[in-house]
Nanobody, 120 residues
Framework: VQLVESGGGSVQAGGSLRLSCSVS????????MAWFRQPIGKEREGVAGIYLGGGSIYYADSVKGRFTISQGDAKNTMYLQMNNLKPEDTGMYYC???????????????WGQGTQVTVS
């Protein structure tokens, strides 16, 4: 299973970024995909998760109302639209996947290489 992320960068507070993650090597219809972030010196935390076959979507309280996770028209692709970004959103963002509960770090099985998001 391979996860490839893109879309990180630097932005001022209040700005927006969109992250994307594509998956290969797994039947996407039965896959849970999620975004995690890890600020320097802190633990990795689940930000949002989605079941690609339809169903539940998860958001961390800290991003509700600002971030939107979605599946792309290319069904093996997931997006994270991040609006009204804050400095505390800064960190390395990782795409992850598993068969279930992928937004929980203990259950995420497959990981991307990470993409940096910096909000100043």
């Amino acid at each position: 299973v391979q996860l490839v992320e893109s879309g990180g960068g630097s932005v001022q507070a209040g700005g927006s970024l969109r992250l994307s993650c594509s998956v290969s090597g797994y039947p996407y219809s039965s896959l849970c995909m999620a975004w995690f972030r890890q600020p320097i010196g802190k633990e990795r935390e689940g930000v949002a998760g989605i079941y690609l076959g339809g169903g539940s979507i998860y958001y961390a309280d800290s991003v509700k109302g600002r971030f939107t996770i979605s599946q792309g028209d290319a069904k093996n692709t997931m997006y994270l639209q991040m609006n009204n970004l804050k400095p505390e959103d800064t960190g390395m963002y990782y795409c992850a996947a598993s068969s279930s509960l992928c937004y929980n770090v203990d259950y995420a099985t497959y990981w991307g290489q990470g993409t940096q998001v910096t909000v100043s």
